[in-house]
């Protein structure tokens, strides 16, 4: 089985500009979750999707908003850059249909440098 | 308010010694608890997890440990080996959404 694919790898941008970022889950996987990786912080949770529905949601602000598709791929956005938003962003997949006994599979990530 | 910690950011250890890294957790309702290990540049790659049910599991070198009453989870590497040399964070869960420790970065001396 494939594993999990993000796009793009790396990308920068400029504060003030929006970004969107892709990810492809494990083939039978329905629950998609992402995450902010950032020097000391470890992940942390943005939101997580299953069935084109937002199931779960961290503490980010507004500017940072996802979507699922019909066929479980999912998209991060995130609107009016800041600097603080530099960071690696991961994707997870799962079944999501076994709750609290299930492993999370990871992307590669996307590594975003805003200026 | 971090509800999983992982108290010690990083740990070295000598080739062939035991490396144990820990993890403490404050919410008693979490289910499923897992560790990860990442290298740099890439997505944290899974490596052993353990259920409430349990207080011991092993997978090869690795076994993790859990202590419900202290609301602590270990990971114990023997024999450790340079290419075990990464960042290891451990997650717990209870729904499907999942909270991760800040990590311990791990050095393997050899």
């Known amino acids: 089985k494939a594993g999990v694919t993000q796009t793009p790898r790396y990308l920068i941008k400029t504060r003030g500009q929006q970004v969107t970022l892709s990810c492809s889950p494990i083939?039978?996987?329905?629950?998609v979750s992402w995450y902010q990786q950032t020097p000391g912080q470890g992940l942390q949770f943005l939101f997580e999707?299953?069935?084109?529905?937002?199931?779960n949601k961290g503490n980010f602000p507004g500017r940072f908003s996802g979507r699922q598709f019909s066929n479980s791929r999912s998209e991060m956005n995130v609107s009016t850059l800041e600097l603080g938003d530099s960071a690696l962003y991961l994707c997870?997949?799962?079944?999501?249909?076994?709750?609290?006994?299930?492993?999370?599979?990871f992307g590669p990530g996307t590594r975003l440098l805003v200026l | 308010d971090q509800q999983v910690k992982q108290n010690s950011p990083s740990l070295s250890v000598q080739e062939g010694r035991i490396s144990i890294l820990n993890c403490d957790y404050t919410?008693?309702?979490?289910?499923?608890f897992l560790w990860y290990k990442k290298y740099p540049a890439e997505g944290p790659t899974f490596l052993i997890s353990?259920?409430?049910?349990?207080d011991k599991n092993e997978d090869g070198r690795f076994t993790v440990f859990l202590n419900k009453s202290a609301k602590h989870l270990s990971l114990h590497i023997v024999p450790s080996q340079p290419g075990d040399s990464a960042v290891y964070f451990c997650?717990?869960?209870?729904?499907?959404?999942?909270?991760f420790g800040t990590g311990t970065r791990l050095k393997v001396l050899a």
């Open positions: 919410n008693s309702m979490f289910d499923y």
């Open positions: 997870a997949s799962s079944p999501g249909v076994s709750a609290g006994a299930e492993t999370q599979y």
């Open positions: 997650a717990v869960t209870g729904t499907y959404k999942y909270i």
């Open positions: 999707y299953f069935s084109e529905t937002q199931r």
């Open positions: 083939s039978g996987h329905r629950s």
């Open positions: 353990i259920s409430s049910i349990k």
